[in-house]
């Protein structure tokens, strides 16, 4: 598996409107072979910034890359910048990570 993330700092009082944008969006992701998943994550506020992450898990790395470089990508990401610009600080900050180990609740084992 390989988990891909995106890091935003977020403007003070534009929560609600970069949730919005995500909520919202059209992502096409469940399209693409290899995805498993998405979550978008709020972290920790500061004086400056909520830490917020888009979190995708696929099966493999390459699996991801194929996703980079598809139309359903830059379908996705049209709207990044233009019309409807994230409130954010900076750049997003990428992170990818191959998983080493996993672990799952079995079923049927009480939470």
């Known amino acids: 598996m ?5 890091r ?3 403007t003070p009082g534009q929560e609600a409107e970069f949730e919005a944008v995500w909520r919202t969006r059209e992502s096409y992701l469940s399209q693409m072979d290899g995805f498993v998943a998405f979550h978008l994550l ?10 917020y992450s888009s979190h995708t898990v696929w099966e493999t790395k390459a699996d991801f890359e194929a996703w980079t470089k598809s139309d359903a ?3 996705a ?3 990044a ?3 409807r610009p994230l409130p ?6 990428f992170e990818g990570f191959d998983v080493v180990l996993e672990e799952l609740r079995q079923p049927g084992v009480a939470a």
């Open 42 to 51: 709020r972290g920790a506020s500061q004086e400056d910034h909520t830490l």
């Open 2 to 6: 390989y988990i891909a993330m995106n």
């Open 73 to 75: 990508f830059r379908k």
């Open 88 to 93: 954010i600080a900076g750049h997003p900050q």
């Open 77 to 79: 990401h049209a709207w």
């Open 81 to 83: 910048g233009n019309t």
């Open 8 to 10: 935003f700092r977020v």
